[in-house]
């Protein structure tokens, strides 16, 4: 048997880096909003119990929050840059991942705490001081909206970063539902805007942790990326020339923007495994930004009797030969080729 193994690996990481960010950019814009949002959320505590606000210390809280997701964010991209080595042969790579479960995690569990608050406040909601309420606000806003335009300037096709910004525009969102609230407090007196501007913001914060959950699930699922369609990646190799068959088939990410595949190619007795190999990872490469291949290609009947393969009706006979526990459909050419 003769297995060819290609390796491709691409040198620009995560897609934004290969546009002119630098990680060490990354780092910056990352240190810049955590000065900007650390300072003022200390400010909006002091100012939060003293409005008798549970929008702004709401507000606040999620600040904390913030905080906490770009320090795990500079953590995870400190982990992630280390060399692969050890027992880790894909480095520390999914740190980035795992921060942003944690970041989607903190966000929905802070949601759901916010929300038997402010139920509890529509029930029987406290004095408000609208006025204080609303110009903390409003220099809130501007915070964030500061620190939303720095993490922007970073590479958001990380899903780290993405996180970390979900979570600053969470906030944004967050204080422009508490500056009406409040303006709506000083002028009619309603004290559960205060409550019904919170609920509004627990949407918001349950709709980026769901986003953030389910991407950052997907990674550690093995699954395929969420915009490639791995029946149509097979009928794509299996239908380019002197190939008989593909199967064990795997697509997944490595993290995010950073995706892999390996798989089993048979070719025709007379075929040219290393040609067809190389050209295999030359599609792959250009048509579908996948890098990191890992490709063993055979003759088809090389283990076994000539033409065993070929005249096999059973979807899943013939492969057997060649992999004890096949995964996966198995892709032959033709209309209905798996």
Same mark, same amino acid.
């Given at each position: 048997?003769? =297995?060819?193994?290609?390796? *491709?690996?691409?040198?620009?990481?995560?897609?934004?880096h290969a546009h002119g960010v630098s990680?060490?950019?990354?780092?910056r814009w990352l240190g810049i909003s955590l000065v900007l949002i650390t300072v003022f959320m200390a400010a909006e505590v002091a100012v939060g119990v003293i409005a008798g606000s549970l929008a702004l210390l709401s507000d606040a809280a999620h600040m904390l929050t913030d905080a906490v997701a770009i320090v795990l964010a500079l953590i995870a991209m400190r982990l992630a840059a280390r060399p692969a080595g050890g027992g880790f042969t894909y480095g520390l790579k999914r740190a980035e991942i795992l921060?942003?479960?944690?970041? @989607?995690?903190t966000l929905f569990l802070l949601g759901v705490w916010l929300a038997v608050e402010a139920v509890q406040r529509l029930v029987s909601p406290p004095q !408000?001081?609208?006025?204080?309420?609303?110009?903390?606000?409003?220099?809130?806003?501007?915070?964030?909206?500061? /620190? *939303?335009?720095?993490?922007?300037?970073?590479?958001?096709?990380?899903?780290? =970063?993405?996180? /970390?910004?979900?979570?600053?525009?969470?906030? +944004?969102? /967050?204080?422009?539902?508490?500056?009406?609230?409040?303006?709506?407090?000083?002028?009619?007196?309603?004290?559960?805007?205060?409550?019904?501007?919170? +609920?509004?913001? !627990?949407?918001?914060?349950v709709k980026a942790a769901y986003g953030l959950l389910r991407d950052s699930g997907r990674i550690f699922l093995e699954a395929a990326p969420a915009d490639m369609d791995p029946d149509a990646l097979g009928d794509r190799l299996v239908a380019q020339p002197v190939?008989?068959? !593909?199967?064990? +088939?795997?697509?997944?990410?490595?993290?995010? @923007?950073?995706?892999?595949?390996?798989?089993?190619?048979l070719?025709?007795?007379? @075929?040219?495994?290393? $040609?067809?190999?190389?050209?295999?990872?030359?599609?792959?490469?250009?048509?579908?930004? =996948?890098?990191?291949?890992? +490709?063993? !290609?055979?003759?088809?009947?090389?283990?076994?009797?000539?033409?065993?393969?070929?005249? $096999?009706t059973s979807p899943t006979a013939g492969s057997a030969e060649h992999c004890d526990d096949a995964h996966g459909?198995?892709?032959?050419?033709g209309p209905n080729g798996h």
């Open positions: 048997m003769t =297995i060819d193994h290609g390796h *491709a690996h691409g040198s620009g990481g995560h897609a934004g990680a060490h950019a990354d780092r921060s942003a479960q944690a970041n @989607g995690l !408000v001081r609208g006025g204080l309420m609303l110009v903390t606000a409003l220099v809130g806003i501007v915070v964030n909206m500061a /620190a *939303a335009w720095c993490i922007a300037k970073a590479n958001r096709a990380s899903l780290n =970063i993405e996180g /970390a910004y979900q979570h600053i525009l969470t906030d +944004l969102f /967050a204080f422009i539902g508490t500056a009406v609230a409040a303006l709506v407090i000083v002028l009619t007196g309603f004290q559960r805007a205060d409550a019904i501007a919170t +609920l509004l913001v !627990v949407a918001l914060m190939i008989v068959e !593909v199967h064990d +088939l795997h697509v997944w990410q490595i993290t995010s @923007g950073q995706a892999a595949m390996s798989a089993h190619v070719v025709e007795p007379d @075929g040219d495994c290393h $040609s067809v190999r190389r050209h295999l990872e030359r599609v792959l490469r250009h048509d579908y930004g =996948i890098t990191h291949t890992t +490709l063993q !290609v055979d003759h088809v009947g090389e283990d076994t009797e000539a033409g065993d393969l070929l005249q $096999s459909p198995v892709y032959r050419p």
